[in-house]
């Protein structure tokens, strides 16, 4: 699960400075009057800080919400996760998916970021039969846009290519557009939102490919609390949850922290209510995150 989670620019002005010198002629032997004294500069009005230094506001997992934040040059991001999913109802069973890894690349282009995730390994005994397998691979970018002393926005696509195991590839390219935001309600709480553009694809009854689309439209509230600690609650809705199936809700809440400057750590726990085929999904989550 990627949660994933977009971008600023700031301006200053420039100081007044002047020198103003006088000198008065008098007769023979009169001294010379010393300079009038030059005003104080006047100081540079302040810009909005950026909202993303702390590796809080740059991650984006666990979320379904992608942060707003790219990597700042010179850096390096690694997250990964591990997951446990129940599907509970007939022929339910568990799935465990890891590393869930993401490797975020700086680029020269200002506020503009590659992404790379990796096959994840995926183990599922959902029907009565255990397999394991590797899941399909991504390659995407984000970009973020701007900010205020309030707002941060920016956005981010990803192309996922068939190379995963049969039982876990999707079976063709699908794409992801997202739009993602973020707003301070005060000192401590914020929201943050993406809304997301999906061409998936999955195996029709027949064993074809077939593409569909579905809309992801996410919103989180995080609290920032002291030492680098952030609680979240998210809701979630899948327009389509899968091929020829009808949409669905996700509920997750959990917590981050960092530690220092170059590693955090979360923990997390999600529903889905929704019955699809007479089945409903909960899931208990854990990842680590490193600033190289």
Not at 215 to 233: D, E, M, R
Request: with cysteine; charged share 10%; hydrophobic share 40%.
């Amino acid at each position: 699960m990627f949660n994933r989670h977009f971008i600023v620019s700031c301006a200053a002005a420039a100081c007044l400075s002047a020198c103003v010198a006088a000198a008065l002629t008098a007769p023979a032997f009169a001294e010379t009057q010393p300079p009038v004294a030059s005003p104080a500069p006047s100081p540079a009005p302040s810009g909005p800080s950026d909202p993303c230094t702390a590796m809080l506001a740059i991650v984006t997992r666990p979320t379904v919400t992608t942060s707003v934040c790219v990597v700042k040059p010179d850096h390096l991001l690694l997250e990964t996760g591990w997951t446990n999913t129940v599907t509970a109802g007939p022929g339910g069973g568990n799935t465990a998916a890891y590393p869930q890894a993401l490797v975020r690349i700086p680029t020269n282009i200002r506020r503009i970021e590659f992404d790379w995730t990796p096959p994840t390994y995926e183990r599922s005994s959902v029907g009565g039969t255990v397999v394991g397998g590797a899941s399909d691979m991504a390659f995407g970018a984000k970009w973020e846009a701007g900010y205020n002393a309030k707002s941060s926005w920016g956005a981010n696509a990803f192309v996922t290519v068939p190379s995963g195991d049969a039982a876990f590839t999707a079976g063709g390219t699908q794409y992801t557009v997202n739009v993602n935001g973020s707003y301070a309600l005060n000192s401590v709480f914020s929201l943050g939102s993406t809304l997301g553009f999906n061409s998936l694809t999955g195996f029709g009854s027949n064993g074809s490919v077939q593409r569909f689309t579905s809309f992801v439209p996410s919103l989180v509230l995080t609290a920032g609390l002291p030492n680098s600690s952030q609680p979240f609650v998210e809701y979630a809705y899948f327009s389509h949850a899968g091929l020829g199936l009808g949409g669905k809700s996700l509920v997750d809440f959990g917590y981050a922290r960092d530690f220092g400057q170059h590693v955090q750590a979360d923990v997390e726990y999600g529903v889905s209510p929704t019955k699809i085929n007479g089945q409903t999904q909960h899931y208990l989550g854990a990842g680590l995150s490193f600033m190289l």
